[in-house]
């Protein structure tokens, strides 16, 4: 077993370009979880924030929140992060590490890393964040099928070890029949650290009552997260459920985002759906200790963050059978159903007409969070991976 495994983390994006949705959020976790367990971390990333970049002092940092970062500026095509500085940077440093960590697919960083790193005969590990799952491999089919064959299937082939962080993303990953070990450890959370300080100011802020029910959404206003069910299911919950209100937490396309709101118009000037916009922080925070409940009817999750995040804070959950988590029927946590507003609306119902059950669902998801996935136990499992590959 190596002391202090040296690591290069590379993403084409990370903390704090939240705009992506999960994945810098644990893909920041798992690296200060790794330093904080004694290991040498640095991320190399872009410095993209969706269609513009993030602030200069953020870059000038070199660091977020605890973790070394170097963000390269991007050129054009910015859609694939091609940097251009990256790969001359790279190959200055990389015999300074042990390993290399590629987060994601289809981008220029990645490909170059995997590259600069078979040239050196440095092993590496990838963590495909979702992206070769079948709903994911959809989009831009044709692009993706040609760079395939020409560059990520040789990726994938190079690496030591791929990471998946659910069953359902190792099923993917193995359907398509590459040499390397696949297994699973799924994202940590940030466990909330008490309620002390939490004045439920979103119920406040939309003029939520004490009774008033809040069913919470959180994540990026997208068609592939079933939003449109959602709504759906709660215009029919609202018929037995007067005071139901759902939350979405989030931003996305302003078209799609106005298409929802025209689409649900009834629900939003009755009150009972809230656009609350985009959330981070305490904001965040208190959002999830004002809910009673979340949901997701996602088409497919790779893991869902958001979703282990509510169950943190006590929250029992509603969720497609896109979200790859049928374990909490297995712990009495929530609802893993169908995506049908029906079905939807039984559950909403089921819990908001029922204060006690939603209570013990809720106290049984924070146990089971709080045990399953811990910051702490992640990076042992994923430094345990690393030594292994070390040890070949």
């Not at 939490?198 to 997208?222: E, M, T």
């Not at 804070?313 to 969720?319: M, N, T």
């Not at 049984?364 to 292994?388: P, Q, R, T």
């Amino acid at each position: 077993m190596q002391d202090c495994i040296r690591v290069l983390h590379v993403s084409a994006y990370f903390a704090p370009a939240y705009c992506y949705g999960g994945p810098p959020r644990s893909i920041h976790g798992l690296c200060l979880a790794l330093a904080n367990s004694g290991m040498i971390v640095c991320a190399l990333t872009s410095a993209a924030n969706g269609n513009i970049e993030l602030p200069d002092q953020i870059v000038a940092a070199n660091a977020f929140n605890g973790v070394k970062v170097i963000y390269l500026p991007r050129a054009y095509p910015k859609g694939y992060f091609y940097c251009p500085d990256m790969k001359v940077y790279l190959e200055s440093i990389i015999n300074n590490f042990d390993l290399v960590h590629i987060h994601g697919c289809w981008n220029y960083m990645s490909w170059m890393a995997g590259h600069i790193c078979r040239k050196n005969n440095v092993p590496y590990i990838v963590s495909p964040r979702g992206m070769l799952e079948s709903e994911a491999m959809k989009v831009s089919a044709f692009k993706k099928k040609i760079a395939y064959a020409i560059l990520e299937k040789r990726q994938l082939n190079g690496a030591a070890w791929i990471h998946a962080t659910s069953l359902k993303e190792e099923s993917s990953v193995k359907a398509l029949n590459i040499t390397p070990p696949v297994s699973v450890i799924p994202n940590g959370v940030d466990l909330p650290k008490g309620e002390s300080g939490c004045d439920k100011q979103l119920r406040a802020r939309f003029n939520i009552s004490d009774r008033g029910f809040v069913l919470l959404f959180v994540g990026r206003l997208h068609p592939i997260k079933g939003l449109n069910v959602l709504c759906g299911g709660l215009r029919l919950a609202k018929k037995s459920m007067s005071h139901i209100r759902l939350v979405l937490v989030g931003d996305g396309d302003e078209e799609y985002v106005n298409q929802l709101k025209s689409q649900f118009s009834d629900l939003v000037s009755s009150g009972h759906l809230i656009f609350a916009g985009h959330l981070d922080g305490e904001e965040k925070a208190d959002a999830f200790m004002s809910a009673n409940a979340f949901s997701l009817m996602s088409q497919s999750e790779n893991f869902g963050l958001a979703i282990a995040e509510a169950m943190s804070y006590g929250l029992p959950v509603i969720l497609s059978k896109g979200c790859p988590w049928p374990q909490v029927e297995d712990w009495n946590a929530g609802y893993w159903i169908e995506p049908d507003e029906r079905v939807v609306a039984e559950s909403i119902c089921r819990l908001g007409q029922d204060m006690e059950l939603s209570k013990t669902m809720g106290l049984n998801a924070k146990n089971h969070i709080s045990e399953y996935l811990d910051w702490g136990s992640v990076a042992n499992d994923v430094k345990a991976v690393y030594n292994k590959v070390l040890s070949k």
